[in-house]
């Protein structure tokens, strides 16, 4: 097998080759699971009550605290990974930041709209795995600790460090708009009102086109 120019050509001739890349497949499938499962929604336990709003308790904020830069860490190191083995002319600053990106924007989109982040937290990384399986995208061995070697760690710590700062800051933004929608629909409530407002409504108006009224 020539690394160098290794290109979806992995020589398997036994069964027990084709165990062993069935394997490293869903180990790598697994990862990616844990990946985009955890990245797609917030990460401070909440407490939701209809006749308070949202609590939160110190031992839920003490174990966001103690396990996002640990999270973020995570999905780092699976996205650049896979960034490098499938990056052809790519550097190592391209692989961090694309990463990251793909890291800030679903952690943005988990705090507005979670089925929206988990196709972003999915789809990236699965368009990448399925490149490399279904394309023939991986780079090779030497091609991939190249690529890896060439990631500058101090750009990874520092974008590692503002992912957790974006991360506290949304979740921070995402749980003072719990408390004031509470508020505010609790208002309503008591004033005889709809729970929700107008463009809430609409927005529900906006997902029914197409399927009929609701109970026809």
Same mark, same amino acid.
């Given at each position: 097998? %020539? ?5 979806? *050509? ?6 027990? *080759?084709?165990? &062993? ?8 499938? =697994? ?12 990460? &401070? ?7 308070? !709003? !949202? ?24 996205? /650049?990974?896979? &960034?490098?083995?499938?990056? #052809? ?16 924007? $679903? ?5 507005? #709209?979670?089925? /929206?982040?988990?196709? &972003?937290? #999915? $789809?990236? !990384? ?16 030497? !091609? ?12 990874? %710590? ?8 974006? %991360? ?27 729970? %929700? ?18 109970? =026809?």
């Amino acid at each position: 097998m %020539d690394f160098p120019t290794f290109q979806w *050509d992995f020589g398997l001739g036994g069964a027990s *080759d084709v165990m &062993l890349f069935a394997i490293a497949m869903a180990i790598v499938a =697994a990862l990616l699971w844990i990946t985009y499962r955890t990245m797609q929604h917030p990460r &401070l336990p909440v407490i939701r009550r209809d006749e308070q !709003p !949202p609590l939160i308790t110190g031992a839920g904020v003490a174990r966001y605290g103690l396990t996002i830069p640990f999270m973020v860490g995570f999905w780092l190191l699976v996205l /650049i990974t896979l &960034l490098a083995a499938a990056a #052809k002319d790519r550097s190592g600053v391209q692989i961090v930041v694309a990463a990251s990106a793909v890291i800030g924007g $679903a952690r943005l989109l988990a705090h507005l #709209k979670p089925e /929206i982040a988990h196709e &972003l937290a #999915k $789809a990236v !990384p699965i368009t990448i795995l399925s490149f490399i399986i279904i394309g023939g995208g991986f780079t090779g061995v030497e !091609p991939f600790l190249r690529a890896a070697e060439e990631i500058p760690l101090e750009l990874v %710590d520092s974008y590692w460090l503002g992912l957790i700062v974006w %991360d506290i800051a949304l979740t921070a933004l995402w749980f003072g708009g719990q408390q004031v929608r509470w508020r505010r629909r609790h208002r309503r409530e008591l004033a005889g009102g709809p729970a %929700d407002n107008v463009l809430q409504r609409l927005a529900a108006r906006l997902r029914r086109i197409g399927y009929g009224e609701p109970g =026809a």
